[in-house]
């Protein structure tokens, strides 16, 4: 039995199950980090909540695409950049992370940040309506 144990534990940890592997999309980075590389250039932020979410504020020159339209097959996503870091965010970070790996599976270099937009704004991400 205990064999029985052992082997379903090394199935689940090595797939992935309960850890982050390398492929996860959940930002480990410090938010001043992810700053300066918005700020260089070398990554973008998207904004991934809903319409009247994003028209109560945002993070001052994100890109809004809803994670509704990426599920559905509708975003527009010509003006995201493959040769830069996508960051994506929502209210508390689940809807990110789904799109960070959506976008992900279509070739964007995205990670999601588990801050939401009021942790964002009260790390010193502008935030304009």
Not at 20 to 35: I, Y
Not at 96 to 123: H, Q
Request: glycine share 8%; aromatic share 8%.
């Amino acid at each position: 039995m205990k064999t029985i144990y052992a082997a379903a534990a090394v199935l689940i940890f090595s797939s992935g199950f309960f850890c982050m592997g390398e492929d996860s999309v959940v930002n480990t980075k410090p938010l001043a980090d992810v700053q300066k590389e918005i700020k260089e250039g070398k990554a973008i932020i998207v904004d991934v909540r809903a319409q009247s979410e994003w028209d109560k504020g945002h993070v001052k020159d994100a890109k809004f695409v809803p994670i509704t339209t990426i599920k559905d097959g509708t975003a527009d996503l010509a003006s995201l950049p493959k040769d830069k870091t996508i960051y994506t965010y929502c209210a508390r970070g689940g809807r990110a992370k789904t799109a960070a790996e959506a976008l992900k599976a279509k070739g964007y270099n995205a990670t999601s940040l588990k801050e939401g937009f009021e942790e964002l704004s009260k790390n010193g991400f502008e935030s304009v309506k």
